[in-house]
């Protein structure tokens, strides 16, 4: 079965840390594809904050998270991680993990976890 389930969102301040994590069942495993990290601001449109190569290189920060956001990847353990530093408000929204498509695998999208940084 594919499932991919994010956790780890929560209500942070201003300055703090968070880690997310992206269970990705059946999909690193069988297709091991490209995982990205994207975020949902409310009233915004779902953007790309980051993503990492099926062999671990992470290709893509956007650019307001870049030098405080790292992704990571755990093939073995099928987990994608997001470690989150130095918050913003910004940085605010539903932060969703997909897999990326191949020439063997469509996309999948995680559920989503909640991220709320406050003053």
């Known amino acids: 079965q594919v499932q991919l389930v994010e956790s780890g969102g929560d209500l942070v301040q201003t300055g703090g840390s968070l880690t997310l994590s992206c269970a990705a069942s059946?999909?690193?495993?069988?297709?091991?594809?490209?995982m990205s990290w994207y975020r949902q601001a409310p009233d915004e449109q779902r953007v790309l904050v980051a993503r990492i190569t099926s062999d671990g290189n992470p290709t893509y920060y956007i650019d307001s998270v870049k030098g405080r956001f790292t992704i990571s990847r755990d093939t073995a353990k099928e987990m994608v991680y997001l470690q989150m530093n130095g918050l913003k408000l910004e940085d605010t929204g539903v932060y969703y993990c997909?897999?990326?498509?191949?020439?063997?695998?469509?996309?999948?999208w995680g559920q989503g976890t909640q991220v709320t940084v406050s003053s």
């Open positions: 059946g999909v690193i495993s069988r297709f091991n594809p490209s």
């Open positions: 997909k897999s990326e498509l191949t020439p063997w695998s469509p996309t999948y």
